[in-house]
């Protein structure tokens, strides 16, 4: 990966005006019309701020990123985007800098932004307060994650929209495998948002009942490298349904009008992504004033109506701007994820098993796919055409999506991936090879022999 720029060597004098430097998760789309909006601003040439220097750099190295640049004497300016659990580490680390007026007068402009914006949305806090009674950060844009249909595609196959995670999985989205499959999803080790996506389903349908559903779900689906490309091949007609994060649904429905971004009612999680001043930041008060500009409904609000962007705006007052009258779908989504509701998720839970949850998809679900997916497709023929009984297809999705059998290399005792051994083995996977390899290829192997023992027990039933 590329280097971010590194910040500057010493402040600079007040006449050569002033540069932010603000860490960041979010794209370049948003960082040119962030930079272009904000530089032709009223408040940036009071404040004489000349530059905005964004450094993308990784979410697991922000914090190292932070404390080195503070030992520098120079110290990054605001965090922007990455979502609430990468705030809450910052936070817990002591490296965000509490919103008070009395240290930095321009926190006051920060705090009036903060009374427009209400403090939850579908369960969700779009702020967080120190136990000192400050706020920490504050929630510049809301996502959710669901998936987006093409309603063209559904109509060609005659096929009804799905409205829970779990449709995704039916045997109705099965009928034109293998040969052309109709749902997409992307390899959890490429993409973030679907990682989280799978961890969604884990945590809204409970561990057992959670892989049998993301089993199925894979058997169903093309995986992709990247959660970009199951969401144009949503737009290209590719596949009937493909799971995205919100942004990447409603730049489907702008590009393609046939399609329509979904959130699963009551099993999604919406998230409010931050923005926070840093502690040790080089220029304190020209940092609020840009975060207050942020939340601001003239200001940075507009930035995410751009139509290569469709975010969410957190601040409701963008939609009485002129350009939030031109969004009125984005308007209607908003409303939409406020109505919907949401699961609570265990962020806590997630950083104990993410690592194990991600690699025991890639070997099960990914690696072996070429077995599932056709073993699968047998299975749903002979359901749909009624040459299996019901309970004959309950045993087959069984076997199917049964926790398969390997040996724990720590300990060299047989076990399957229940929760507790997610949690045990995570931080292994992620630190020592061998105990990765080994996993991962008895996981694989152990997936294939249960999809074709699975395909066995199918030919029995079926007598041939």
Same mark, same amino acid.
């Given at each position: 990966?590329e280097?971010?720029?590194?910040?500057?060597?010493?402040p600079g004098? *007040?006449?050569?005006?002033?540069?932010?430097?603000?860490?960041?998760?979010?794209?370049? !789309?948003?960082?040119?019309?962030?930079?272009?909006?904000?530089?032709?601003s009223?408040?940036?040439?009071?404040?004489?701020?000349?530059?905005?220097?964004?450094?993308?750099?990784?979410?697991?190295?922000?914090?190292?990123?932070?404390?080195?640049? /503070?030992?520098?004497?120079?110290?990054?300016?605001?965090?922007?985007?990455?979502?609430?659990?990468?705030?809450?580490?910052?936070?817990?680390?002591?490296l965000?800098?509490?919103?008070?007026?009395?240290?930095?007068?321009?926190?006051?402009?920060?705090? +009036?932004?903060?009374? =427009?914006?209400? *403090?939850?949305?579908?369960?969700?806090?779009?702020?967080?307060v120190?136990s000192?009674?400050?706020?920490?950060?504050?929630?510049?844009?809301?996502?959710? $994650?669901?998936?987006?249909?093409?309603?063209? /595609?559904?109509?060609?196959?005659?096929?009804? !929209?799905?409205? =829970?995670?779990a449709?995704?999985?039916?045997?109705?989205?099965?009928r034109?495998?293998?040969?052309?499959?109709?749902?997409? /999803?992307?390899?959890?080790?490429?993409?973030?948002?679907?990682?989280?996506?799978?961890?969604?389903?884990?945590?809204?349908?409970?561990?057992?009942?959670?892989?049998?559903?993301?089993?199925?779900?894979?058997?169903?689906?093309?995986?992709?490298?990247?959660s970009?490309?199951?969401?144009?091949?949503?737009?290209?007609?590719?596949?009937?349904?493909? !799971?995205?994060?919100?942004?990447?649904?409603? &730049?489907?429905?702008?590009?393609n009008?046939?399609?329509?971004?979904?959130?699963?009612?009551?099993?999604?999680?919406?998230?409010?992504?931050?923005?926070?001043?840093?502690?040790?930041?080089?220029?304190?008060r020209?940092?609020?004033? $840009?975060?207050?500009?942020?939340?601001?409904?003239?200001?940075?609000?507009?930035?995410?109506?751009?139509?290569?962007?469709?975010r969410?705006?957190?601040? *409701?007052k963008?939609? +009485?701007? *002129?350009?939030?009258?031109?969004?009125?779908?984005? %308007?209607?989504?908003?409303?939409?994820?406020?109505?919907?509701?949401? /699961?609570? $998720?265990?962020?806590?839970?997630?950083?104990?098993?993410?690592?194990?949850?991600?690699?025991?998809?890639?070997?099960?679900?990914?690696?072996?796919?070429?077995?599932?997916?056709?073993?699968?497709?047998?299975?749903?023929?002979?359901?749909?055409?009624? %040459?299996?009984?019901? +309970?004959?297809?309950?045993?087959?999705?069984?076997?199917l999506?049964?926790?398969? &059998?390997?040996?724990d290399?720590?300990?060299?005792?047989?076990t &399957?991936?229940?929760?507790?051994?997610?949690?045990?083995?995570?931080?292994?996977?992620?630190q020592?090879?061998?105990?990765f390899?080994?996993?991962?290829?008895?996981?694989? +192997?152990?997936?294939?022999?249960?999809?074709?023992?699975?395909?066995?027990?199918?030919?029995?039933?079926?007598?041939?």
């Open positions: 990966t280097q971010p720029p590194s910040p500057p060597e010493q004098q *007040p006449q050569a005006g002033v540069t932010l430097y603000v860490i960041t998760r979010h794209e370049q !789309t948003i960082q040119d019309v962030t930079r272009r909006l904000f530089l032709s009223e408040v940036a040439k009071k404040y004489n701020i000349v530059n905005i220097v964004f450094l993308p750099v990784n979410a697991e190295q922000w914090p190292e990123y932070i404390r080195n640049a /503070i030992a520098k004497g120079r110290g990054i300016d605001v965090a922007w985007g990455g979502g609430p659990t990468l705030f809450n580490l910052l936070d817990e680390q002591g965000l800098e509490p919103i008070d007026e009395s240290k930095v007068p321009e926190f006051k402009l920060v705090l +009036e932004e903060l009374e =427009k914006i209400p *403090p939850v949305i579908a369960g969700a806090p779009t702020y967080k120190g000192d009674g400050k706020v920490r950060w504050i929630g510049a844009s809301v996502s959710s $994650f669901g998936f987006t249909v093409n309603r063209d /595609i559904l109509a060609r196959y005659n096929l009804p !929209t799905p409205q =829970k995670w449709d995704l999985g039916n045997t109705i989205y099965a034109t495998l293998p040969a052309v499959p109709l749902v997409g /999803i992307a390899d959890p080790t490429m993409s973030t948002s679907n990682l989280r996506m799978f961890e969604i389903i884990l945590q809204a349908y409970g561990w057992d009942r959670g892989w049998r559903t993301l089993t199925l779900i894979a058997a169903n689906a093309k995986v992709y490298s990247g970009s490309d199951v969401r144009d091949a949503v737009i290209r007609g590719d596949i009937a349904v493909g !799971t995205t994060i919100d942004f990447y649904g409603y &730049t489907a429905q702008q590009q009008p046939a399609c329509l971004y979904i959130i699963p009612s009551g099993e999604t999680i919406v998230n409010a992504d931050p923005i926070a001043v840093l502690k040790g930041a080089s220029h304190p020209e940092a609020a004033v $840009f975060v207050a500009w942020v939340l601001n409904e003239m200001g940075g609000q507009v930035v995410w109506l751009d139509p290569n962007i469709n969410l705006p957190i601040n *409701p963008v939609f +009485e701007t *002129p350009e939030g009258a031109k969004r009125p779908d984005l %308007r209607k989504a908003l409303e939409g994820v406020q109505r919907g509701g949401g /699961i609570e $998720f265990n962020e806590t839970l997630s950083t104990l098993w993410v690592t194990a949850v991600m690699y025991y998809f890639k070997a099960t679900l990914v690696d072996a796919h070429d077995d599932l997916q056709p073993v699968w497709a047998q299975i749903a023929k002979a359901y749909l055409e009624q %040459r299996i009984t019901q +309970e004959q297809f309950n045993r087959l999705v069984d076997s999506t049964a926790p398969i &059998t390997f040996t290399p720590l300990t060299n005792t047989k &399957t991936f229940t929760l507790d051994y997610a949690i045990r083995i995570s931080k292994h996977l992620a020592d090879p061998s105990v390899q080994s996993l991962m290829n008895q996981w694989r +192997e152990a997936a294939r022999a249960r999809y074709l023992s699975t395909q066995q027990l199918l030919k029995q039933m079926l007598g041939s």
